[in-house]
């Protein structure tokens, strides 16, 4: 079996599913833990399991070999191998990702579709279910498409495949519901899931900028006049996703929305651009972006550096310190984020829907936490931010805020279990100096009256936080159902990693 060393971890890239129960009984024969990697979109779980590579305690796997996709065009049916990718994974380790070998590529040239995607496409279908993402719709669902899934657990007789079956007729308390969505990997392998599909469609969208008191949703209101509130607007379209800069003399709103078309001879794309493409390409502009965003992050270190750390010097950097976020920031986001801007788009389903696919996590690395609230909150949530912000830069940052809507799921640990939910993406540019954790804190802290949901695959609160394993265990109704069927799959927890053994509170066999 072939295998490949990223970051100093060694991954075994099984090409079928008698290789991964080969590598599932190897791990339990040895005393390992399973650690899975896809696109490595997770952060900081994938970092940190890969930095435990010199303790020799775990064992990898990267699923890239196993991407089969088999549609069933008659029944609008696909079956995929976990290991392929959504769209194209540009940072493929195995350089085996194409756009061509693509879930959602080969969909389309059947003339299928699944009904809703994230902002971005590189992860693996098996990543994806794993973490619980989602797109940005309360009409559509990436979750509603999903019929069955198969994994390689380790029982008591050992590694095996099973499979996971959508109930017909319905049933809320099937083990499908607590294994096919979320299940952080903690259950087993994912090799394999079939989706029902439904016709390729394209989109059309427009993103607009303005101040927050010009934006046309009522943002912190109930609604007045013609602007509806943020609840409504979030319900009633079809795609959304928000981008709040809220610093002082900044307070600006970037609305992107869309809606399905049907397919048309005469359809003409016209893509979207996040950033203003130069010479047919986003990257220089990301490039510039990530260049600004540095310099701000590590301010003052920099100049320090640059100009000498002596008192001169920072008496000059105390004044540069007190004019920078009510006059230089405001400056800067001008360039970035224009206020009157309106630019209209169109595209097919793949390529538009996920909006952020041409923004490098290389070049523009963003790390974040993702907190989902029941959406009936949305006006509290909203109000209740506006006045943190308003308490000063300590608050805000630098950087925005992203605020998407996701659909209710019936999956036990989905975060948008049982009820639509409004999501705030807390963003930290990696490059920053400082620990993104405590800047987080307060948001934890200030959101939980909301009983939020974290987001799996992003930052999380540590398990003994006051939003820690006893406030999740508040949160999600059926953890103890979930907690049971783990432990029927994974009796010797040959899944359960440090991390995860952390933030859940899962004590070691005896």
Not at 7 to 31: G, H, R
Not at 253 to 273: G, L
Not at 454 to 468: N, R, V
Request: net charge negative; with cysteine.
């Amino acid at each position: 079996m072939d295998t490949l060393s990223i970051n100093s971890a060694t991954y075994y890239l099984p090409e079928s599913e008698a290789d991964v129960i080969t590598l599932v009984n190897q791990a339990k024969a040895q005393n390992k833990t399973i650690c899975l990697r896809g696109s490595a979109h997770s952060f900081p779980l994938i970092n940190t399991l890969e930095a435990e590579a010199a303790t020799n305690k775990n064992l990898y796997i990267l699923l890239a070999k196993m991407n089969t996709v088999h549609i069933d065009k008659d029944n609008a049916l696909v079956t995929v191998d976990g290991g392929c990718h959504l769209g194209l994974d540009p940072f493929d380790p195995a350089n085996i990702s194409t756009l061509e070998n693509s879930l959602l590529y080969q969909l389309d040239q059947a003339g299928l579709a699944v009904p809703d995607l994230g902002g971005i496409t590189h992860q693996t279908v098996a990543g994806f279910l794993s973490t619980g993402s989602s797109g940005g719709s309360t009409q559509f669902s990436f979750d509603d498409a999903l019929m069955s899934i198969s994994l390689v657990n380790c029982g008591v007789n050992g590694a095996e495949k099973v499979t996971f079956n959508r109930p017909v007729p319905d049933n809320p308390d099937d083990p499908f519901y607590g294994i096919g969505v979320a299940t952080i990997g903690l259950f087993g392998v994912i090799v394999s899931a079939t989706f029902k599909c439904v016709p390729r469609f394209n989109i059309v969208g427009t993103e607009t900028t303005t101040t927050e008191a010009a934006c046309p949703i009522d943002l912190f209101g109930n609604g007045s006049g013609d602007k509806p509130s943020l609840q409504t607007f979030l319900e009633q379209t079809q795609y959304v996703r928000l981008m709040w800069w809220p610093q002082r003399n900044v307070s600006k709103m970037v609305v992107w929305q869309a809606k399905q078309q049907a397919p048309t001879p005469d359809f003409k794309i016209i893509p979207y651009q996040e950033v203003p493409w130069v010479a047919g390409s986003p990257i220089p502009l990301t490039m510039a972006a990530d260049l600004v965003f540095s310099a701000i992050g590590t301010w003052p270190n920099w100049l320090l550096d640059a100009m000498g750390d002596t008192p001169k010097y920072r008496e000059i950097k105390e004044m540069v310190d007190l004019a920078f976020y009510p006059a230089i920031l405001p400056l800067i986001c001008k360039f970035f984020v224009q206020d009157g801007e309106n630019q209209p788009f169109q595209d097919v389903w793949y390529n538009g829907i996920p909006m952020d696919n041409q923004m490098s996590d290389r070049l523009m690395p963003v790390w974040f936490t993702e907190l989902w609230i029941p959406i009936g909150k949305t006006h509290e949530v909203m109000t209740t931010l506006l006045n943190f912000y308003s308490e000063g830069p300590q608050n805000t940052g630098a950087f925005s805020c992203e605020i998407y809507a996701t659909k209710s799921s019936p999956f036990w640990m989905s975060p948008s279990y049982q009820t639509n939910v409004i999501r705030i993406d807390v963003f930290w540019f990696a490059n920053n100096s400082g620990d993104p954790v405590e800047f987080y804190k307060p948001f934890w802290a200030l959101l939980q009256q909301y009983n939020f949901r974290p987001h799996w695959a992003k930052y999380l609160p540590g398990g003994d936080s006051p939003q820690g394993v006893a406030y999740l265990k508040s949160v999600y109704p059926r953890w103890n159902d979930w907690m049971a069927l783990r432990e029927q799959m994974d009796p010797g927890q040959v899944f359960v990693s440090d991390y995860w053994r952390g933030h859940l509170g899962i004590a070691p066999v005896q």
